[in-house]
């Protein structure tokens, strides 16, 4: 079959053939019709990723949509290695398929569910969010970004602060629910300094797409200074680290704060978590659709976009 297939962890996915996949107990086969390019698929196919299983060569892509081989169109994910879904036949585990709603087309499911995930789980599965909750994203202003924006609103953000570097996303995103933004583009204390006003007028959670500069900032103006006390619990969750890692972090920040420092991803939700999120997301988005833009791509193309940027928060999804 043709696929993208990882041969180095330092080059992008090369385009050729590959050994047809054959279903084992428990799985089945499936005609891929689309899938995104994530973050973590870039991070799997460099080797960064910590779920990276150090073995070459192997089809990168960790989800997508197609069909099995009844015509049933499902989203489904991580098809048992070395067979990733940039190909045009992939594994579904019986455990992790999900019949689409007709509401949702192929590329579409395919480009959001990743990124939507994110958020939907670090606020369900570990935020434990309740309406009425304020809400900081750092690193509004990719596609994930945005989407945690309109996903916090829909389920009841009270207010949603949105910071990230681009000029012209951060007011996009004040049309799609953000309350206020914040520019990351300024001097360390300023921007330490319009954290703390946030803090200081009341956040409950920080969803982390950045980690980095970001992060280091977020987590001193969480800090409070002198020997006042505060009741102020702030559930902290870490998803995403393209700014940068690691981070120094001061004892003090934690002893004098109410932080909780979290993760959300795979490893810190569980499967359960991670598929009734998808589950979720679909049955809303079918019938009350998400500002949402993808970029649709043969395959063939993989090499010449795996660096490119999502250019206006657009997730790259691949056509086999």
């Not at 993208?4 to 891929?32: C, M, Q, W």
């Not at 953000?157 to 995103?173: F, H, S, T």
């Not at 987590?219 to 393209?242: D, E, H, M, W």
């Not at 001061?250 to 991670?274: C, P, Q, T, Y």
């Amino acid at each position: 079959m043709n696929a993208a297939v990882v041969e180095s962890f330092a080059n992008p996915p090369r385009y050729t053939t590959f050994a047809d996949p054959i279903p084992a107990e428990g799985e089945k086969l499936v005609h891929v019709t689309a899938a995104g390019l994530h973050q973590i698929v870039r991070g799997l196919a460099s080797g960064s990723h910590y779920g990276s299983g150090g073995e070459l060569p192997f089809v990168p892509g960790v989800d997508g949509v197609g069909r099995l081989e009844d015509g049933t169109r499902i989203y489904f994910g991580l098809s048992r290695a070395p067979f990733g879904t940039f190909a045009e036949q992939a594994l579904a585990s019986t455990r992790i398929m999900i019949p689409l709603p007709d509401g949702l087309d192929d590329a579409t499911a395919a480009g959001i569910a990743n990124p939507a995930m994110s958020s939907w789980v670090a606020l369900t599965a570990r935020a434990k969010f309740v309406a009425g909750e304020n809400i900081l994203i750092l690193g509004a202003t990719g596609a994930a970004g945005q989407l945690a924006v309109q996903i916090a609103k829909r389920r009841g953000a009270r207010r949603v602060v949105a910071a990230g570097r681009n000029p012209a996303a951060l007011e996009k995103l004040k049309t799609l629910g953000a309350d206020a933004v914040i520019s990351l583009d300024q001097e360390p204390d300023a921007l330490v300094a319009a954290f703390r006003t946030e803090f200081d007028s009341g956040i409950d959670i920080v969803l982390d797409y950045l980690w980095g500069p970001p992060a280091e900032a977020t987590l001193k103006a969480i800090a409070k200074k002198g020997l006042k006390t505060s009741t102020g619990r702030v559930r902290y969750i870490q998803i995403g680290n393209i700014a940068g890692d690691p981070i120094p972090l001061s004892a003090a920040v934690l002893r004098s704060s109410g932080l909780e420092l979290l993760g959300s991803g795979f490893g810190s939700a569980s499967l359960d978590e991670i598929l009734k999120a998808v589950a979720e997301f679909f049955t809303l988005a079918a019938t009350q659709p998400f500002h949402f833009t993808i970029k649709t791509s043969p395959l063939s193309e993989v090499e010449t976009l795996w660096n490119a940027r999502e250019s206006d928060g657009a997730r790259i999804v691949f056509i086999p």
